[in-house]
C-alpha cells in the first residue's frame, strides 16, 4: 500500500486524493455525456459536481465522526484530518443528495431525469475512489486465511489495527461491485420504464451491496442487535427506493394504458 505516492518538494501527494479526483473526474465525463442524451445542458452538472464534491466531502467526513465518535473522542483535532482516512460514501451521498434536490430547485431542472444521468458518473467514481482507500490502507476487511487476504503497509489505519495479518480486501470487493452496477445502471438508463428508474436502481443495488460487504467490514460501528450503522442504514434505503421503484413503474404502467 502507498498512502503517500511522492512528494513535490515537502508537501506530500496522497493516493487517497489522487483516486478521488480521478473518479470525480471520470463520473463527471460520464454524467455530461448522458445528460446531452437527455438534452439537458452538460455544463449543469459540472456545477452540480463542484458543488457536490465540497458538500460529498464535509458529509462523508460527518457521517464518520457521528457514528464513529469513539474513535476520536480521545484527541478530538483527529477528526479534522480527513486525509488520514475515515469517510463514510454513505455520509457523502446522503450529503449529494440534499444537495442536488436544492440544485434541481434552483435551476428548475426535471429532478428524476437529472438523478438519471448522475446516478452512473457516481457509482463510477465511488468504485475509483476504493482504489484510493486500498492505497490509503483504510475502509478495510476482518482479518482472512483465504488467499485473497491483503497485508497492509505499516502506518496505514488497517496495519495500526492488526499489523501484518492478511485482511479480506473489501475495497477491491465493493471496487469491483461498483463497476458492475455501473453497467447495470447505464444498461436500464437506454430503455428506462420512467424517469428516475437509473437513480432508484443506484440506491437500491448499492445499499444492498453495502449490506452485504459490512460483515467483512472491520472498521465500522456496530450499534444495534449485531448490526452495523452502515447495514441498518443501507438496508432502510433499498427498502423506500425499492417501494418508491415499484410506485412509479406502477404509475407509469397505468399512464401508458390510458394513453
Known amino acids: 500500500m502507498h498512502p503517500i505516492l511522492f512528494y513535490i ?6 493516493a487517497w486524493g489522487v483516486m478521488v479526483s480521478l473518479g470525480v ?4 465525463l460520464l454524467a455530461c455525456r448522458l445528460a446531452r442524451k437527455e438534452k439537458i445542458n452538460p455544463d449543469k452538472v459540472v456545477d452540480f459536481v463542484l458543488y457536490a464534491m465540497i458538500g460529498g466531502i464535509l458529509g462523508a467526513r460527518l457521517w464518520e465522526i457521528i457514528f464513529g465518535w469513539e474513535k476520536f473522542a480521545a484527541n478530538p483535532v483527529e477528526a479534522l484530518k480527513f486525509w488520514a482516512g475515515g469517510l463514510s460514501i454513505q455520509g457523502g451521498v446522503v450529503a449529494g443528495l440534499l444537495i442536488c434536490l436544492w440544485f434541481v430547485g434552483k435551476h428548475r431542472l426535471p429532478a428524476w431525469k437529472f438523478a438519471d444521468i448522475l446516478a452512473p ?14 492505497l490509503n490502507g483504510d475502509a478495510y476487511g476482518i482479518p482472512t486465511n483465504l488467499p485473497i487476504g491483503v497485508v497492509y503497509a ?3 489505519p488497517a496495519y495500526q489495527a492488526y ?10 470487493i465493493e471496487g469491483i461491485a461498483d ?10 438508463f ?3 420504464p420512467f424517469d428516475g428508474a437509473v437513480a432508484l ?25 449485531g448490526l452495523k450503522a452502515a447495514q441498518i442504514t443501507t438496508l432502510a434505503t433499498a427498502a423506500v427506493a425499492l417501494t418508491l421503484f415499484i410506485f412509479k413503474w406502477q404509475t407509469a404502467k397505468r399512464k401508458a394504458k390510458t394513453c
Open 179 to 188: 463497476i458492475i452496477i455501473m453497467f447495470v445502471l447505464l444498461r436500464l
Open 121 to 134: 458518473g457516481l457509482i463510477l467514481g465511488q468504485g475509483i475512489g476504493r482504489v484510493g482507500c486500498l
Open 9 to 14: 518538494g515537502s508537501f506530500p501527494v496522497r
Open 201 to 225: 436502481a443506484y440506491f437500491i443495488l448499492y445499499s444492498l451491496t453495502r449490506f452485504t460487504l459490512e460483515s467483512w467490514r472491520s472498521d465500522s460501528l456496530i450499534i444495534f442487535g
Open 163 to 172: 499489523g501484518s495479518r492478511p485482511l479480506f480486501p473489501a475495497e477491491i
Open 25 to 28: 473526474l471520470a463520473g463527471t
Open 154 to 156: 505499516p502506518g496505514t
Open 190 to 192: 437506454r430503455k428506462k
